[in-house]
């Protein structure tokens, strides 16, 4: 196995000698527009040193950054360990940390050199593989589906320690429709796992009539039960913070109150899209009030604190009907699979990546900063040279002024006022607000072709082509590959050829069959896939069994949603039109 030396970007720097993690056979390590180090996050020096001593490190595929004379290279700096898409300050980035008593500690014991293989069987991988998946299917009524939506697939394929991902489905009870969202969070999960609780609430409140408002309100003000709005429908891992739920409760009664006030009670319809921009807005900026506020309860101030210096991005769905909104926050993806004629696949996006990439995003950042800021603002692909994402909840380092800053840390709970990461101010910190969480909202009108819609945050398009992954979930929902007879046109085939054919048709066959999910068909696909577009059992043994600390190298946390379409209550719902 080889090692290859150390090439840090920029101003990166590493002590002479320095070698990168060997690569896996066949699997590269992780390439995106990203600093490697910054992005791959190499195992802390406090969680390496526990896999030599317990002799794990000869078994494993890949290590930690070396270097000769005894240093660990390119450890994290002394910020959130979970801070996966930022790129530290130089200032803050302390690169080689010695151990204390290193030589001796290391001089203590004896290690085998040679790498052993070590591969899962593929019971154990599905296990891995099936572990979080969940499915539901949209009831009948009278033996028939009235939904537009036959049901849903969703699965999680974590990287991080603890996953940084999460994902939310739930069925609107007072309106139409139901909500679908995956959200990626950074700088660890307590952004992501907030906005997973409670943005379909303020989705689901800004959707409803002024008289259903009015319904709820009175029944808190008397004590009464309350309307159900949301029927959740979540895998038993989905967890939910019940500590913070008063407070969460009554931020959300503040919206629904000012909802209220402002509505004269006249029976317009409630524009959808304007809805969903109300919703991520309000809830954002309900998480920097509560952060500013703080609470007596100290659990609680620090939870409230974590949300807000954390961060996530978000892609939710709504369907309603043959309406289909997309509400985009940051660079995770919604792509619609649309059947041909000819049964072919093909991918509409629907939602656009909030990132360097994106050159209408690049001018929106210029024109809201003074020129002399032009460039500073997006340095080497990233918000003032350190948030990959150029929208996001929380993240309030982007957003708060530099006294409310120091005032909120310099009053906050010891944990984090020790942060160093708290008390970083991003270099050429002039006009804030950098960041917003204002979505981009894409509407499509469904059509008969349009077999099923994939939620996806960036560790599956990093990983695979768009066009990949409508063809996949395609061939997985309808079985075409399998039943389509073997075309070999005016060729001479040889035995020998038929017979390779056949073979690959059994293993994709298969495959099929092994996974009741079409997300964890995806996932399957998108961790084995070889060079060739198959999974390859080796390759997706390899990739499963890297120790947490360094699967983060070689891929992201994963999270996919798969929303399969009726394509003949569609159908139904544009004859009735015409």
Same mark, same amino acid.
């Given at each position: 196995m080889e090692r290859r030396r150390c090439a840090c970007p920029g101003s990166w720097s590493c002590p002479p000698g320095a070698v990168m993690p060997p690569r896996l056979p066949g699997i590269p390590v992780r390439t $995106?527009?990203?600093?490697?180090?910054?992005?791959?996050?190499?195992?802390?020096?406090?969680?390496?040193?526990?896999?030599?001593?317990?002799? #794990?490190?000869?078994?494993?595929?890949?290590? +930690?950054?070396?270097?000769?004379?005894?240093?660990?290279?390119?450890?994290?700096?002394y910020i959130p360990q979970n801070r996966l898409r930022y790129t530290p300050h130089p200032a803050y980035a302390t690169f080689c940390r010695p151990r204390e008593n290193w030589w001796q500690y290391t001089q203590g014991r004896r290690y085998a050199s040679t790498p052993q293989k070590f591969y899962l069987t593929p019971p154990q991988v599905n296990s891995i593989l099936k572990a979080n998946e969940y499915s539901f299917k949209v009831p009948e009524f009278d033996g028939k589906n009235v939904s537009s939506i036959l049901g849903f697939d969703s699965n999680q394929l974590p990287a991080n320690a603890p996953i940084e991902d999460r994902r939310s489905a739930a069925t609107c009870l007072q309106t139409r429709g139901m909500l679908l969202g995956v959200f990626d969070g950074h700088a660890g999960c307590a952004c992501s796992q907030a906005v997973s609780e409670r943005l379909f609430y303020y989705? /689901?409140?800004?959707? =409803?009539?002024?008289?259903?408002?009015?319904?709820?309100?009175?029944?808190? @003000?008397?004590?009464?039960a309350? =309307?159900?709005?949301?029927?959740?429908?979540? %895998?038993?891992?989905?967890?939910?913070?019940? #500590? /913070?739920?008063?407070?969460?409760?009554?931020? !959300?009664?503040?919206?629904?109150?000012?909802l209220i006030d402002l509505n004269t009670g006249e029976s317009a319809d409630i524009d959808v899209k304007e809805a969903l921009i109300n919703a991520f807005k309000r809830l954002d900026n309900d998480i920097s009030l509560e952060a500013?506020?703080?609470?007596?309860?100290?659990?609680?101030?620090?939870?409230? !604190?974590?949300? /807000?210096? $954390?961060?996530?991005?978000?892609?939710?769905?709504?369907?309603?009907?043959?309406? !289909?909104?997309?509400?985009?926050?940051?660079?995770?993806? +919604?792509m619609l699979g649309v059947q041909e004629e000819d049964g072919s696949w093909s991918a509409v996006t629907? $939602?656009?990546?909030h990132n360097a990439q994106n050159e209408r995003e690049l #001018?929106?950042?210029?024109? #809201? %900063?003074?020129?002399? @800021?032009?460039?500073?603002?997006?340095?080497?692909d990233r918000l003032l040279g350190l948030l990959m994402p150029?929208?996001?909840?929380?993240?309030?380092?982007?957003?708060?002024?530099?006294?409310?800053?120091?005032?909120?840390? @310099?009053?906050?709970?010891?944990q984090l006022n020790d942060n160093e990461y708290t008390k970083f101010i991003p270099p050429n910190y002039h006009t804030p607000p950098y960041l917003t969480a204002e979505p981009e909202v894409t509407y499509h009108r469904l059509r008969p072709q349009d077999k099923f819609l994939v939620l996806a945050t960036d560790g599956l398009w990093e990983t695979m082509h768009r066009q990949d992954v409508v063809r996949i979930v395609g061939e997985y929902l309808t079985g075409m590959h399998h039943q389509q007879p073997i075309a070999v046109g005016g060729y001479k085939v040889t035995l020998g050829q038929m017979h390779g054919l056949l073979t690959e048709r059994r293993a994709k066959m298969s495959s099929v069959f092994e996974d009741q999910n079409a997300a964890t068909h995806l996932i399957r696909h998108a961790v084995g896939n070889n060079e060739f577009g198959a999974v390859d059992h080796e390759r997706l043994s390899k990739m499963l069994s890297l120790p947490e600390e360094l699967a983060r190298m070689y891929r992201d946390d994963i999270t996919i949603i798969v929303v399969q379409f009726n394509s003949h209550?569609?159908? +139904?719902?544009?004859?009735? @039109?015409?």
């Open positions: $995106s527009s990203l600093p490697l180090f910054s992005d791959a996050m190499p195992a802390p020096t406090q969680l390496f040193f526990p896999l030599v001593r317990n002799c #794990e490190l000869s078994r494993i595929y890949g290590t +930690a950054c070396y270097c000769h004379h005894k240093h660990l290279c390119c450890s994290p700096p989705i /689901a409140v800004s959707l =409803l009539p002024h008289e259903t408002l009015l319904e709820i309100e009175n029944a808190v @003000e008397s004590g009464r309350l =309307l159900p709005i949301l029927q959740w429908h979540k %895998h038993p891992n989905d967890y939910f913070s019940k #500590e /913070a739920s008063k407070l969460y409760f009554n931020s !959300l009664r503040t919206y629904w109150q000012e500013q506020v703080g609470d007596p309860n100290s659990f609680l101030n620090y939870l409230v !604190l974590r949300v /807000a210096f $954390s961060g996530a991005t978000a892609c939710v769905a709504h369907v309603d009907g043959v309406d !289909l909104h997309v509400a985009n926050t940051g660079d995770s993806r +919604a629907l $939602s656009n990546d #001018e929106r950042l210029k024109l #809201e %900063h003074p020129k002399n @800021e032009a460039k500073s603002v997006v340095k080497q150029f929208r996001a909840f929380g993240d309030v380092k982007f957003k708060w002024s530099i006294d409310l800053q120091k005032r909120v840390i @310099e009053s906050g709970p010891d209550v569609v159908g +139904a719902y544009q004859n009735q @039109e015409q």
